[in-house]
């Protein structure tokens, strides 16, 4: 079993940035493919990014691309998420996701090839 804990959300002014963090424990996530979602009120959750279990490969929605940043430090069972430029729209619940499932080292962005979720952290961004 993988336990993941989100924080580093807050309010931050549009334009502003925020890191998150996601950080596993019961076991190494070295060999998983790590993700980022996030859900804004009355809307279902969307993708956000994605790193393979190396790092060396990694994949953002439209919506982020060039404003976030995903990476991993997998000596501290530690994702993250750096995001840039924030915009009003960019406020919602995010919530980081572990495959748990050994695989090559590929990037996944549907969300039934994930295994273990985390209880979100909030973001909001004010105009």
């Known amino acids: 079993q993988v336990q993941l804990v989100e924080s580093g959300g807050g309010l931050v002014q549009a334009g502003g940035s925020l890191r998150l963090s996601c950080t596993a424990s019961?076991?190494?996530?070295?060999?998983?493919?790590m993700g980022w979602y996030r859900q804004a009120p009355g809307n279902e959750r969307e993708f956000v990014a994605a790193i393979s279990w190396s790092g060396t490969k990694t994949y953002y929605a439209d919506s982020v691309k060039g404003r976030f940043t995903i990476s991993r430090d997998n000596t501290k069972n530690t994702v993250y998420l750096q995001m840039n430029s924030l915009l009003v729209e960019d406020t919602g619940t995010y919530y980081c996701?572990?495959?748990?499932?050994?695989?090559?080292?590929?990037?996944?962005?549907?969300?039934?090839?994930?295994?273990?979720w985390g209880q979100g952290t909030q973001v909001t961004v004010s105009s």
């Open positions: 996701a572990a495959r748990g499932t050994p695989s090559s080292d590929a990037i996944y962005w549907t969300e039934r090839f994930y295994d273990y």
């Open positions: 019961g076991r190494t996530i070295s060999r998983d493919a």
